[in-house]
Structures are given as structure tokens and as C-alpha cells.
């Protein structure tokens, strides 16, 4: 996977929209007055299941200090299709836990959740 990112041309931060697993190489066009940084953000994606497929029958996700949201995608986050949303309380250490009825959510290009890390201490995911 690659992801062309362009600068703006002062020393302002620039953000992708792939979330890559490893860094193997970063190119540039053109010679830059200044070092570059390279680095991460606070966004997180998690497969579930690989690209199997997959019912989602309820899920417990416990709140960080900061509310947010779990974006539940059917397929790679990068290029899948997002079927709901889920939001954090903000209180730290506050559970959600919801039951999906009848057969679930049907992931059938695998599932994967996407999230800001801070929003987060824990996530359990029941399928089947």
C-alpha cells in the first residue's frame, strides 16, 4: 500500500488517510529547506476476523477519558464501507455494551474497527 501525501509547503503537520501497519520508505519530490518528521497519529483501525466473513452479535467497549467514535467497517479500513457507529461516553472506565439481534451484523468482507486511541481502554467483540 502507498499513499502520495502533499505538503504545503510551510512547516505545518500533513495527515494521510491510510492507516499503514509498517513504514518501509518515505520519498520526497523535491528537496525541503528543513528536516521532515515522520510519524504517527492517534488514529487506529483493528481487523477482526481478516477477510473472513463475519456476524457481529454484540460488542462491550469500555471508555477512555475522552468521548469518541468506533466506526465499524466492512472490509480493510482504508477501503471498506462503513455500516455503523458506535460512541464513547468520555467518562474514563464507562462500559458500552450492546447486543446485536436476531442473526447480527453481517461483515462479509471481514470486519475491522476503526478508532481514536484515546477514546478507548477496552473493546470486546462477540461473533460468530
Known amino acids: 500500500m502507498t499513499e502520495v501525501i502533499t505538503s504545503t509547503g510551510s512547516a505545518e503537520a500533513v495527515a494521510g488517510t491510510k492507516l499503514f501497519l509498517t513504514v518501509t520508505a518515505v520519498e520526497c519530490s523535491a528537496k525541503y529547506a528543513a528536516n521532515i518528521t515522520v510519524g504517527s497519529g492517534d488514529l487506529c ?56 439481534p436476531e442473526q447480527g451484523v453481517l461483515f462479509d468482507n471481514g470486519m475491522s474497527v476503526q478508532y481514536t486511541i484515546a477514546t478507548i481502554d477496552m473493546m470486546t467483540f462477540f461473533h460468530g
Open 45 to 100: 483501525a483493528e481487523a477482526i476476523q481478516g477477510k473472513n466473513r463475519i456476524r457481529l452479535k454484540g460488542f462491550s467497549i469500555v471508555s477512555g477519558g475522552t468521548a469518541g467514535v468506533v466506526n465499524f467497517i466492512n472490509g480493510a479500513p482504508e477501503d471498506g464501507t462503513t455500516l455503523f457507529k458506535s460512541r464513547t461516553i468520555g467518562t474514563d472506565n464507562t462500559t458500552v455494551d450492546r447486543t446485536i
